[in-house]
């Protein structure tokens, strides 16, 4: 069933086909079965008779190169050009090599022996892989206050931009013009506002996020790859700490993840996992009852 | 009046009764039958020609498409697997996968060419109007997406049914009502970009 109108219908009946080659048919069918050979190209010119005139180089190439060197018949016909060519390569000399043998020192004599330099030792500190480098310059941007680039990101948000229908895609528009004109925290706060919607109303969207930070938890807690850069989500550039709350901080986490060095089974592992887990959605919740700002102690709360 | 060229959906896309008919000709074509797979190709030749050509927009690549699926299925005869798909489906979902896999390569372009020469004969005006709505149309089926594009040829000018269209394009029939949806929308915005209707969907 169509929705398109009556007009629209008539627009695309335009779109009409124009008639296939004569004898395309027989052609496919007779590649298969082998009467002649499948032709890949239906383009015209030099490329359909490509292979032709290659063959038909290759094969003048040949004869001459034979008259000349006398192969056919054994026809004493030199031609000097090609001939000079196409004769046997003299074979090159074996290349000796003479290796001297070192002299003794005479005794007596006063000649230390050589010392040879060491070999250099190839770094043993393997080299950060893209992600991670990608990861340090992401963070670079952070703390500095850029803005982080996301290209893929932006072109997905675009096309989806582009799909909606025209009303709709206008109230995005007006809501996104009339968010980014609010002034800086009121501003987080609606974006948060609108993520913790989102996710609200996309369950499995909200499943993958959280799968997301799952496993960079899990793979903090094992510490096979160390965290660069924010790990939580924040709706901009993260507030400097003073160094009482980051020791405070390294503290909790590495009695949570068990980074103290103690080797952890897979239960624990589990159950550290799901501590954070927890611990995380307690700290979004209380970010977003702060509006949106991190509790700073001593500090009173964002007025509303 | 221009008709729709397409053929009837019931045959172009094999129904599921005959499905075993469709297991035993691949069965003669696995066995070489070069009878059988004459059969085949004069069958759904053109459908796949006109998938293609409104996928690319070109004539010569929708024959080379076209011929590639084609021989494809001769190909893979002897791996063909009982009760699956039948052969028209199968070889649209080949043909729209390898219409996709070039215009990931490249863009668009449509082959049609608007006469600028004049022309005296008589009716020479209105075969230029036509031949320029013509390229119009194409050029606002090119505007779309390659997916929004293959969902618009399958439903609209194959008049496939929604769960043929999703098993030629390999989704689930909510996913591809989803993006069939889109794909009308988008659709609809490219003709009246091009000037062919309103945004309310009448003649421009």
Partial sequence: MSLFSTAERAALDRVSVPAM???????????????????????????????????AGALIIASATAA?????????????????VAEAPVAKPRHVVRVEKPREAPEGSSAKPVALAALPVADPTPSPTPQEQWRERRAARIATGLPVRRPLIQRAMAAKLRALPPDQRAAAIAEWQRIRALPPEERKLAVA???????????????????????????????????VGPTLPTAGPRLPLTPDQR????ARWQAMTGADGTALTPDQRAQRREEIRTWRTERRAQRLGNGGMPRREGLPRARR | ML?????????????????????????RIAGRDALAFSRVVEAQLGLLHRVAYRMLGDAAEAEDVAQEALLRLWASAERWRPEQAGIAAWLTRVAVNLCLDRLRRRRFSSDAEVPERADDTPGAD????????????LAALGD??????????????????????????????????????????????RLAARGLTTLAGDAA
């Fill in chain 2, 3 to 27: 008709m729709r060229q397409t053929m009837p959906a019931r045959e172009t896309v094999a129904p599921r009764d005959s499905g075993s008919s469709d297991d035993a000709v691949m069965a």
């Fill in chain 1, 193 to 227: 506002k609108v993520k913790a919607d989102f996710l609200a109303q996309h369950p499995k969207m909200a499943a993958r996020y959280e799968a997301r930070l799952e496993a960079r938890s899990a793979a903090a807690a094992d510490g096979t790859k160390p965290l």
């Fill in chain 2, 144 to 189: 779309l997406t390659e997916r929004h594009r293959a969902a618009i040829v399958l439903t609209y000018y194959e008049e496939l049914p929604n769960a043929a269209a999703a098993e030629v394009l390999e989704m689930k029939l909510k996913a591809f009502e989803s993006l069939l949806l889109r794909a009308r929308g988008a659709m609809r915005e």
């Fill in chain 1, 21 to 55: 080659r004569v004898g395309l048919a027989g052609d496919i069918v007779a590649a298969r079965t082998g009467a002649i050979p499948v032709r890949r190209s239906l383009r015209g010119g030099w490329r359909r008779h490509g292979g032709v005139l290659l063959g």
């Fill in chain 1, 247 to 250: 020791a405070e901080r390294r």
């Fill in chain 2, 126 to 137: 209105a075969r230029m109007a036509d031949e320029q709505l013509r390229a119009a149309a």
């Fill in chain 1, 68 to 84: 000349a060197t006398g192969l056919l018949d054994h026809l004493p016909i030199r031609i000097p050009g090609i001939t000079r």
